[in-house]
């Protein structure tokens, strides 16, 4: 996905966050009526699971769910479900010139699809550090989109953020930027292999919002 649709959410999270914000002094004047509720359990996703602006070979298929349980006030747990479908390699960084360009596209395509654990830490008021460590198989497909191989990825991200409340604490958004680093990667093919000793097994500052309900 293009610098140009990173920087869209990025500024659409911020905007969000401005509109949400609660003044202090209409905080004080809330009523227990209209308190928010506390839940301990919720369910949400990145935008990626909405939207793709990229055209079909470009087209990531991603699709991501977390399921997140509240330990303590400052304290959640949860479980993340991904998949998505690589056309370049993950390490190419996103101000380099060759980001997107098709001179770096795989001879094929990657499908990873992932199960792992995340724990989050707010640290003041919404803003928070996440992590998250996800053990995914990996199917490589050639230009035919035919099977070639199977291999494996340990994916781990590392996350800083803002939780925003909306609707009562009902729902929530959570605007935040992330880095990934993978240590093991296996099984690669040749070809895919070429393209991948080019570039880094790690990605830095991916700006990104989440979107979720509470129950």
Known sequence: MGLKYYSLAFTFALIVAKGFGQNPEQSAKTSPKDSVRDFKFSIHTTWLSFVNFEEEKKNLQHYELHFRYKLTDKDK??????????????????????????????PGRVREDGLGLTYQRMLWKGLFAQVEIMPQLKTYFDANNKKIGNGFKLYTSYHLGYHIKLFKNRMFIEPQIHCQYWPINTNVPEGFKAKENRWNNYFLFEPNIYVGVKF
């Not at 949860?78 to 770096?104: N, R, V």
């Open 77 to 106: 747990v949860g479980i993340k479900l991904a998949t998505w479908k690589l056309f370049a390699p993950m390490g190419i960084p996103l101000w380099d010139p060759l980001f997107l360009k098709e001179s770096e596209f795989y």
